[in-house]
């Protein structure tokens, strides 16, 4: 084992409890035998913007306060965490509600993107103003060091501490934060990978916890979501545990973002920054 790996900080910060299930009977296909097994709940979020209805959302019910404000800044509903005035749930069960207050800025904004995707039908991202949303402009990072090899020694086994919903029912996909000395500090976890990476990114704006030098790692596929989400939080280094798409590499190069694949068996791949980049 590599003695310059740093610690983890197992889980310093709180995390999800395996309350966000439930046990469910089940019998084997090929005989009678009755067995029970634990099964990750998901439930619908509702989320209002000063009163108007934006998006509802299947999610795992832990840490929905983190979620909204992440799911703000990572859809680009806001540029700023200040921009929320106030954040109220509600409903119980497999129905709840999240009302938001935001910046009349950030709310004639969301209007106007509305409006402009009003009358589309079929896949619901038809039109040159639906690409544009898809595709939007976003700052390039001024660029980072890439982690010591050591950070990312035994990854996969230490990132355990902040799954205990992932270990007890499955289901799920993990985003966990390592800060600039290589520790990790603060996991989150839910049955999308977007909602688990919006819950760390809010969780991390919430408690103030300074992400310069920092990484995200996530458990799931990195598609171009992804990307976008950690670049508007202006987190600088991602290592996903699963392969990258080709446009999830072009954006992170594009956009200065350290991209990492770390394989099971192999070492970790950069993408990004290309090769010709790291001289």
Partial sequence: MNDKRPACAAPALETPAPAASQTYSYSNLEDTESAST???EEVALAIAYNG????VMLVTPTDLEDFVVG????????EDANEIYDLQLSGSGSAQYAQVTIANRAFWN???QRRQLAGTSGCGLCGVEALEQALPELKVLSGAPLPPPEWLDGLRQRIGAFQPLGQYSGAVHAAVFM?????LLLGREDIGRHNALDKLIGGLIRRNIPISGGLAIVTSRCSLELIQKVLRAGIQ???SLSSPTSLAVQWARRHNLNLIHLPQKNAPRVYSPALEKQA
């Fill in 38 to 40: 634990a099964l990750a």
């Fill in 237 to 239: 280094t991602l290592v």
């Fill in 179 to 183: 800060n600039d000395k290589g520790e």
């Fill in 71 to 78: 799911f703000s800044l990572g859809s680009g509903i806001i």
């Fill in 110 to 112: 969301l209007k106007q």
């Fill in 52 to 55: 108007i209805s934006q998006a």
